[in-house]
Nanobody
Framework: QVTWVESGGGLVQPGGSLRLSCITE??????MAWYRQAPGKQRELVAAITRTGTTDYVDSVKGRFTISRDNAENTMYLQMNSLKPEDTAVYYC?????????WGQGTQVTVSS
């Protein structure tokens, strides 16, 4: 069983940047991912990364977001640049191999002028 804590969210103006962090309790060897859930919408996969660094992104964030991980520090990051109001959501970290049964509190990202 692996637990984690998300942090780094906040209020930012359109065009601004934020970096989210996900610190896991134990070492993770399987892919990790960032998800988000906007008000009134279903949770969606934003970006995923394997232990070795292979990444994938949802089309809406390609070129703006960068997912990374530091395995030695058990931390995954999401660098978000050129933020748009439609990026507003609660962002969650998770490990798909666990079955996505458990979810943390997430971290709120609000993009507004």
């Amino acid at each position: 069983q692996v637990t984690w804590v998300e942090s780094g969210g906040g209020l930012v103006q359109p065009g601004g940047s934020l970096r989210l962090s996900c610190i896991t309790e134990r070492t993770v060897f399987s892919p990790m991912a960032w998800y988000r859930q906007a008000p009134g919408k279903q949770r969606e996969l934003v970006a995923a990364i394997t232990r070795t660094g292979t990444t994938d992104y949802v089309d809406s964030v390609k070129g703006r977001f960068t997912i990374s991980r530091d395995n030695a520090e058990n931390t995954m990051y999401l660098q978000m640049n050129s933020l748009k109001p439609e990026d507003t959501a609660v962002y969650y970290c998770n490990i798909p191999a666990t079955g996505l049964v458990y979810w943390g509190q997430g971290t709120q990202v609000t993009v507004s002028s």
